[in-house]
C-alpha cells in the first residue's frame, strides 16, 4: 500500500477548551498546566469572538494580518518553551514547531494559518462519533476504515481522527 492510495482525514475535530482543575488554575486538554486566569490564559477565546463579529468575506485576510504579526515571534523562540507559552497566552496562534516533523520555515507558517484560521473562525461544528465517520467512509467506498476518538487512541485527545485505502479501481470505474 503506497501513501498516495491513503485518503486524508475527513474530519480533525478539536477541542481546545480549559478544564478547571481547582481554584486559579486551569488543566489545558493538551495537558500543560496554566496558573494565568482565563482573559490571559485563553486569550484565543478573545481573538476568535472578534473573527466571528468579521463579515465572513474580511475573516482571511485578518487571520492572515493577525498570523503575520505575530509568527515571527513564534519562530524566533521556537527552541524556547517558556516564550512559546507567553506567546500563546499572548496571541493564540496554532503553532506547531516540535510536534510536526516539517522542514522549513514557510511549511510551519502555512501550518500556523491554515490552524489558526480553522480554529478561529469555524462557525458550524459539527460533532461526530468516531462511528459515524467510520459510516461514512465505508459508504463512500473507503476500505481499511480507521476511526479513532482521541490522539492515537488516547481517550480525550485531540479529536477523531480517521483514515482509510481508495478502493481499488474496477473496469466501470477506470479513468478514460
Not at 501550518?111 to 478561529?120: E, F, G, I, Y
Amino acid at each position: 500500500m503506497h501513501e498516495r492510495d491513503r485518503l486524508p482525514a475527513l474530519h480533525r475535530l478539536r477541542d481546545r477548551r480549559p478544564v478547571a482543575a481547582g481554584r486559579g488554575r486551569l488543566r489545558l486538554v493538551r495537558g500543560l498546566d496554566a496558573v494565568l486566569p482565563p482573559p490571559i490564559g485563553d486569550v484565543s477565546r478573545v481573538y476568535r469572538r472578534y473573527f466571528l463579529c468579521l463579515p465572513p468575506e474580511k475573516r482571511w485576510p485578518a487571520v492572515k494580518r493577525h498570523v503575520d504579526r505575530w509568527f515571527p515571534y513564534y519562530w524566533k523562540y521556537r527552541d524556547s518553551r517558556w516564550a512559546q507559552r507567553i506567546l500563546g497566552r499572548v496571541a493564540g496562534i496554532a503553532f506547531y514547531y516540535p510536534s510536526l516533523p516539517l522542514k522549513t520555515r514557510e511549511e510551519f507558517y502555512q501550518w500556523s494559518l491554515l490552524d489558526t484560521h480553522d480554529a478561529m473562525t469555524d462557525v458550524y461544528k459539527r460533532y461526530r462519533t468516531a462511528h459515524s465517520i467510520r459510516r461514512t467512509l465505508e459508504r463512500l467506498g473507503g476500505v481499511d476504515v480507521i476511526a479513532i476518538q482521541g490522539s492515537k487512541g488516547i481517550e480525550g485527545g485531540n479529536g477523531i481522527e480517521a483514515t482509510c485505502v481508495k478502493p481499488p479501481l474496477g473496469p466501470s470505474l477506470k479513468p478514460r
